[in-house]
């Protein structure tokens, strides 16, 4: 029985399977262990200088002669970046207000300053895409536009990018993308729109609805993203015409994850409704697991900063609760999968899962003539 689909033909993998290039998560360990089990394993390059992204890259390569990508933003609060002088004093003051009040609790002094402006990276760490002709890149948040396509595809790399729409979809396709990952709302992380929408409701459909949309509405290999975590999920994902998945909470917990150590047993122990929506972390809407900060700072009524600024000012407070292993104050991505998560295998392992279960369903539709036990 065999699970080979465009997707895999197009970029050379085994499996349809793709692990999300999430910052804090997404190191050369992970990414070489998810590529050389036959998945596409993606490197998280958002905000990474270029020498040391670079670096990454490289090892990547020594771990692993399989194919792999590198993810980037291109989201439009950061190319350029965000003036930061330009936020309005009384909203600095509301949210450095507010963000004090968790300072006090974990003993950090407090601050009434602006934050700094984030990174300018994103186009030396394209540069360094290409020089090193990475296999796939990968695009969070944006269109990369027809003239960054013809950029890769002269070097013979395939251009992979999320949307939460069908309309963005359609302007990735006008764009020349390779692949279309259609992120649902279940997705953990970041929601996947180019501009910050006027709500957490907003671009916020289902994996199941979303995902047949998009591969109705555009030509390439669609990706389906969000509340999948088994095998179950990929047959599902397949049967909606779907080309592979992409799974980014699944892979947190994993032994070879870079994330914090609490941040994973709390996959574990939390639920599917244990989940929120919330721009308090970095000033754009994502999905994380509920703590004190999401909570407190939703009930506080302070306004939010700019996209990543939002982060940057609360950064102190983030980098405290992680030397602390304190969950309760640190954004903890996830998606509505977290209460499919029970254990904490390696990445590959994660892999061969996933496809020994997709046959297992597949055995079992067939068993019973494809119709509900």
């Known amino acids: 029985m065999t699970f080979r689909t465009a997707l895999c033909d197009l970029i050379g993998i085994d499996h349809p399977i793709v692990q999300s290039g999430m910052g804090g998560v997404a190191g ?23 020498d040391d992204l670079r670096r990454m890259i490289r090892r990547v390569r020594e771990l692993t002669a399989r194919p792999f990508g590198v993810n980037l933003w291109l989201h439009t609060a950061l190319r350029p970046p965000v003036d930061v002088a330009t936020i309005a004093e009384a909203t600095v003051r509301a949210v ?14 407090p601050t009434v300053g602006r934050p700094p402006a984030a990174p300018d990276l994103i186009d030396a760490a394209f540069r360094v895409i290409l020089e090193e002709r990475v296999p796939v890149w990968s695009i969070g948040l944006g269109d990369p536009g027809p003239a960054m396509v013809r950029e890769c595809r002269s070097r013979g ?14 302007t990735l396709a006008a764009s020349g993308v390779d692949i279309v990952v259609a992120q649902g709302s279940e997705a953990g992380g970041h929601r996947s729109t180019w501009v910050k929408r006027a709500s957490a409701e907003a671009a916020s459909v289902g994996t199941m609805a979303l995902v047949p949309q998009i591969v109705d509405a555009v030509r390439v290999p669609v990706v389906a993203a969000g509340g999948i975590a088994d095998g179950r999920g990929l047959v599902a994902a397949l049967a909606l015409g779907a080309s592979g998945i992409l799974l980014g909470t699944r892979f947190v917990a994993t032994r070879e994850s870079a994330a914090a150590e609490f941040w994973k047993k709390s996959l574990l122990e939390r639920d599917s409704d244990e989940t929120t929506v919330t721009d308090a972390f970095t000033g754009l809407y994502a999905r994380a697991l509920q703590n004190t900060f999401s909570r407190d700072y939703t009930a506080s009524g302070a306004p939010v900063l700019p996209p990543l600024v939002q982060r940057s000012a609360a950064n102190d407070v983030y980098l405290a609760a992680l030397k602390r292993a304190d969950g309760e104050y640190y954004p903890m991505w996830s998606g509505q999968s977290v209460g499919l998560i029970h254990d904490l295998p390696g990445a590959a392992e994660v892999v061969a899962a996933i496809m020994r279960e997709a046959r ?13 036990s």
Request: hydrophobic share 50%; net charge neutral.
């Open 28 to 50: 050369p360990d992970l990414v070489a262990e998810v590529s050389g089990a036959g998945g596409l394993g993606v490197l998280a390059g958002l905000n990474v200088p270029p």
């Open 96 to 109: 450095q207000g507010t963000l004090n009040g968790f300072r006090e609790r974990l003993g950090l002094a």
């Open 360 to 372: 297992a369903v597949l055995a079992a539709l067939s068993d019973r003539g494809g119709r509900p």
């Open 157 to 170: 790399i395939k251009v992979m990018a999320m949307v939460a729409t069908v309309e963005d979809a359609r």
